[in-house]
C-alpha cells in the first residue's frame, strides 16, 4: 500500500484524531490522496455517538468496499471503538478494525493489513490522542486543539463514557506548547475541545500542572459555585493561554453546564485572546427529565447561569443543543423546554431526537416517546430557534467584526468567514462583499467587515480593512 484516502465522520474530537492518523501514515511512508478511486488504503473515520452517525458510518464502509474492491477498507474511530467485537464477524467488509484508545497503535494495524492480516485493534485507553499535526482539516487559520479526553458525567443518554473512556486532562505544558506551535505555523483561531472542558485537570489521575488534582466545582441550589477558594484548572491554563505571545484567539467549545466554571468571566474579560463564545449543552428545560438525565442542576439554575455570562458579556456568544423524545417527556415537559428557550435566547442550538443506545443508563427506561413525536419538538424547536436567532443576528447589525475568512468564491467579489460569534461547521456565517480589484481578501486572512443584513442564520456584510494577512 502506498495510498490512503480518509473519510471522515463525526465531531472535532473525532477531527483531531483524524489530523493525528494522517501524520502517522506520513511517517509510514504512505501518501494521502482526495481520490479514493486511486487509494490502495480507504479509512473511514467513524462515528458511534447516535443511531444515524452509526449508520452514516457502516453505509461508508459497505460503499467504499463495493465501490473500490481493489483497496482494503479500515474502521477506524468511536464506531470501531465501541462494536469491535461486535463487527469481527457482522462486518466482513471492514478488512480492518481500529478503536481509538491510542492513535499511535495505527502503524502496527497497517503493517499486518499489508501483511494479509485481518487486525481487530482496540488500544488501552490511557492519556490522551495527540500529537503531530502537519495536516490540519480545518479551513485555513483554523485549528482544534484537545485538552481533555473522554467523561466522567454520564449523563445517562450518553455512550461517551463507553466510548472514550474517564475523562482525562492534557498536561498544560503540552498545550500551550501546542498552540505556540500552531500560532508559528499561522493559525489564528484556537478552539479548544473535550467531551466537558470544564473538567479540565479533574480526572482521578490527573496533573496538569505538576501540582496536584483541581476538583470539580460544588454548585448550590442556586447555581453558584460554593467549593473552595482554588482556581478551577481551567481558569489557570486560561491565564496561561493568554500570556502567550501571538496574534490569535481562543474558543472554548463544550462546557457542561453542571460545572461551568464561573471564575473563568473575569480572566475572559480581561483577556486578549479568549472570545466570549459559550458552548453549555442544557439538552432540557424540564426539572424532572434533567434529573433522569443524570444532571444537577435546574431550568432556573441554568437560566441564572445564562443571565450570568450576559451580565458579565453584552455581547456574549451562546450556543446549546436540546434532546427531544427522552424517555418521560411528556407534552408539559416539551413545552418546559420551549418556555426555557424562550428565556434564554440562545444565538444558536441544535435539537436532536433521542437515540436509544444500549449500555447506557437510560436504555432501560421506561414511557419511551414515539420517534415521530421526538421528531416535531425537535422541529418546533429549530422553528423557534430560527426566530430568535434571527433577531439575535439583527441586533449585531450595523458593528463592524474581525472575520477569519474560510473560502473567497472566485472572481464574484464574495467571501465566506466567521466573526467571535460564528463556531467552524455549526454556526452560520459572514458574507463579505469586497471589490476584487482592490481588497486584499484571502482564505486565512482577517478582515474587518461591517455586518449589513442577516440573510437565513448569515449575515451579508462589506470589507472594510485588512486587519491580519494569513501567515505561512
Given at each position: 500500500?502506498?495510498?490512503?484516502?480518509?473519510?471522515?465522520?463525526?465531531?472535532?474530537?473525532?477531527?483531531?484524531?483524524?489530523?493525528?492518523?494522517?501524520?502517522?501514515?506520513?511517517?509510514?511512508?504512505?501518501?494521502?490522496?482526495?481520490?479514493?478511486?486511486?487509494?490502495?488504503?480507504?479509512?473511514?473515520?467513524?462515528?458511534?455517538?447516535?443511531?444515524?452517525?452509526?449508520?452514516?458510518?457502516?453505509?461508508?464502509?459497505?460503499?467504499?468496499?463495493?465501490?473500490?474492491?481493489?483497496?482494503?477498507?479500515?474502521?477506524?474511530?468511536?464506531?470501531?471503538?465501541?462494536?469491535?467485537?461486535?463487527?469481527?464477524?457482522?462486518?466482513?467488509?471492514?478488512?480492518?478494525?481500529?478503536?481509538?484508545?491510542?492513535?499511535?497503535?495505527?502503524?502496527?494495524?497497517?503493517?499486518?493489513?499489508?501483511?494479509?492480516?485481518?487486525?481487530?485493534?482496540?488500544?488501552?485507553?490511557?492519556?490522551?490522542?495527540?500529537?503531530?499535526?502537519?495536516?490540519?482539516?480545518?479551513?485555513?487559520?483554523?485549528?482544534?486543539?484537545?485538552?481533555?479526553?473522554?467523561?466522567?458525567?454520564?449523563?445517562?443518554?450518553?455512550?461517551?463514557?463507553?466510548?472514550?473512556?474517564?475523562?482525562?486532562?492534557r498536561n498544560a505544558s503540552d498545550i500551550l506548547a501546542e498552540i505556540q506551535q500552531l500560532v508559528s505555523r499561522g493559525v489564528?483561531?484556537?478552539?479548544?475541545?473535550?467531551?466537558?472542558?470544564?473538567?479540565?485537570?479533574?480526572?482521578?489521575?490527573?496533573?496538569?500542572?505538576?501540582?496536584?488534582?483541581?476538583?470539580?466545582?460544588?454548585?448550590?441550589?442556586?447555581?453558584?459555585?460554593?467549593?473552595?477558594?482554588?482556581?478551577?484548572?481551567?481558569?489557570?491554563?486560561?491565564?496561561?493561554?493568554?500570556?502567550?505571545?501571538?496574534?490569535?484567539?481562543?474558543?472554548?467549545?463544550?462546557?457542561?453546564?453542571?460545572?461551568?466554571?464561573?471564575?473563568?468571566?473575569?480572566?475572559?474579560?480581561?483577556?486578549?485572546?479568549?472570545?466570549?463564545?459559550?458552548?453549555?449543552?442544557?439538552?432540557?428545560?424540564?426539572?424532572?427529565?434533567?434529573?433522569?438525565?443524570?444532571?444537577?442542576?435546574?431550568?432556573?439554575?441554568?437560566?441564572?447561569?445564562?443571565?450570568?455570562?450576559?451580565?458579565?458579556?453584552?455581547?456574549?456568544?451562546?450556543?446549546?443543543?436540546?434532546?427531544?423524545?427522552?424517555?418521560?417527556?411528556?407534552?408539559?415537559?416539551?413545552?418546559?423546554?420551549?418556555?426555557?428557550?424562550?428565556?434564554?435566547?440562545?444565538?444558536?442550538?441544535?435539537?436532536?431526537?433521542?437515540?436509544?443506545?444500549?449500555?447506557?443508563?437510560?436504555?432501560?427506561?421506561?414511557?419511551?416517546?414515539?420517534?415521530?413525536?421526538?421528531?416535531?419538538?425537535?422541529?418546533?424547536?429549530?422553528?423557534?430557534?430560527?426566530?430568535?436567532?434571527?433577531?439575535?443576528?439583527?441586533?449585531?447589525?450595523?458593528?463592524?467584526?474581525?472575520?477569519?475568512?474560510?473560502?473567497?468564491?472566485?472572481?464574484?467579489?464574495?467571501?465566506?468567514?466567521?466573526?467571535?460569534?460564528?463556531?467552524?461547521?455549526?454556526?452560520?456565517?459572514?458574507?463579505?462583499?469586497?471589490?476584487?480589484?482592490?481588497?486584499?481578501?484571502?482564505?486565512?486572512?482577517?478582515?474587518?467587515?461591517?455586518?449589513?443584513?442577516?440573510?437565513?442564520?448569515?449575515?451579508?456584510?462589506?470589507?472594510?480593512?485588512?486587519?491580519?494577512?494569513?501567515?505561512?
Amino acid at each position: 500500500m502506498t495510498k490512503f484516502f480518509l473519510d471522515e465522520h463525526g465531531c472535532a474530537k473525532n477531527q483531531v484524531d483524524a489530523e493525528i492518523i494522517i501524520s502517522r501514515l506520513g511517517e509510514c511512508n504512505l501518501e494521502q490522496t482526495h481520490d479514493a478511486a486511486l487509494a490502495d488504503l480507504i479509512i473511514i473515520n467513524s462515528c458511534g455517538f447516535i443511531e444515524s452517525a452509526k449508520k452514516e458510518s457502516i453505509d461508508a464502509v459497505l460503499a467504499a468496499k463495493k465501490n473500490y474492491p481493489h483497496a482494503k477498507i479500515l474502521l477506524t474511530g468511536c464506531l470501531a471503538e465501541r462494536y469491535a467485537e461486535a463487527f469481527k464477524e457482522s462486518l466482513p467488509e471492514a478488512d480492518g478494525i481500529f478503536g481509538n484508545g491510542d492513535l499511535t497503535k495505527i502503524d502496527s494495524v497497517v503493517r499486518a493489513l499489508q501483511n494479509g492480516s485481518r487486525p481487530v485493534v482496540t488500544p488501552k485507553q490511557e492519556g490522551i490522542c495527540c500529537g503531530s499535526r502537519k495536516t490540519l482539516l480545518s479551513f485555513p487559520g483554523s485549528a482544534y486543539v484537545k485538552i481533555t479526553e473522554g467523561c466522567s458525567n454520564h449523563c445517562t443518554f450518553c455512550a461517551i463514557p463507553l466510548i472514550r473512556g474517564e475523562v482525562r486532562s492534557r498536561n498544560a505544558s503540552d498545550i500551550l506548547a501546542e498552540i505556540q506551535q500552531l500560532v508559528s505555523r499561522g493559525v489564528y483561531e484556537i478552539n479548544l475541545i473535550g467531551q466537558d472542558v470544564a473538567a479540565y485537570g479533574t480526572g482521578q489521575n490527573d496533573n496538569v500542572f505538576d501540582t496536584g488534582t483541581f476538583p470539580l466545582p460544588r454548585i448550590d441550589e442556586h447555581g453558584v459555585n460554593c467549593g473552595t477558594e482554588m482556581s478551577s484548572a481551567l481558569s489557570l491554563l486560561l491565564k496561561k493561554i493568554d500570556a502567550l505571545d501571538g496574534d490569535f484567539v481562543v474558543r472554548l467549545l463544550y462546557i457542561h453546564p453542571d460545572h461551568f466554571n464561573r471564575d473563568i468571566l473575569p480572566i475572559m474579560k480581561e483577556s486578549s485572546h479568549v472570545l466570549p463564545y459559550f458552548d453549555i449543552p442544557f439538552q432540557s428545560g424540564d426539572d424532572a427529565l434533567i434529573t433522569a438525565m443524570n444532571r444537577r442542576g435546574s431550568a432556573k439554575e441554568y437560566a441564572r447561569l445564562v443571565a450570568d455570562i450576559r451580565e458579565a458579556f453584552a455581547d456574549a456568544a451562546i450556543r446549546t443543543t436540546f434532546l427531544t423524545g427522552f424517555p418521560g417527556e411528556t407534552d408539559e415537559s416539551a413545552e418546559h423546554t420551549r418556555v426555557f428557550l424562550r428565556t434564554i435566547q440562545s444565538d444558536w442550538s441544535g435539537c436532536f431526537p433521542y437515540s436509544r443506545e444500549e449500555d447506557t443508563a437510560a436504555y432501560a427506561l421506561k414511557n419511551n416517546v414515539a420517534k415521530k413525536v421526538a421528531a416535531e419538538r425537535a422541529r418546533v424547536l429549530e422553528h423557534m430557534q430560527e426566530h430568535i436567532t434571527r433577531e439575535r443576528l439583527l441586533a449585531r447589525c450595523g458593528k463592524s467584526y474581525d472575520v477569519l475568512i474560510e473560502e473567497v468564491i472566485a472572481g464574484e467579489g464574495l467571501a465566506i468567514g466567521r466573526a467571535f460569534f460564528q463556531a467552524p461547521d455549526v454556526d452560520g456565517n459572514i458574507v463579505v462583499r469586497y471589490d476584487v480589484q482592490k481588497d486584499d481578501v484571502r482564505a486565512g486572512n482577517v478582515v474587518r467587515a461591517h455586518a449589513d443584513s442577516v440573510s437565513g442564520v448569515d449575515i451579508d456584510a462589506h470589507f472594510t480593512k485588512l486587519v491580519r494577512a494569513q501567515q505561512v
